[in-house]
């Protein structure tokens, strides 16, 4: 299985709480998740655990090679207004949508 890759993003700022965790890992940009890199099978629990993990005014990006539409249906359904997505580029080779905890 190949390791699930998730790349610094190019995107605005996060405000991140300070006292959080000691990983000492963070820093101000998004974090990207392409979604190629998880395996088809666990694709959507994968990225449903990603978004669902955000705590309330932080985001990530999700980068795909097709708009997924389906994905962002389920997440509507599922969630409402809770959290917010915004389209960063729309194709043809790459589609980037950054997610929001509105909460």
Known sequence: MEPIEIHRSRAEAVDQPSGTCACGGHDETLPELDVQTIPHAIRHAA??????????????IISATHDPVPLLQQ????????????????????WCIEIRNAG
């Open 75 to 94: 997440l509507e359904a599922k969630h409402g207004e809770q959290y917010s997505t915004e389209y960063l580029d729309r194709g043809p080779e790459r």
């Open 47 to 60: 990225i449903f655990g990603a978004i669902e993990s955000l705590r309330p005014g932080t985001g990530l």
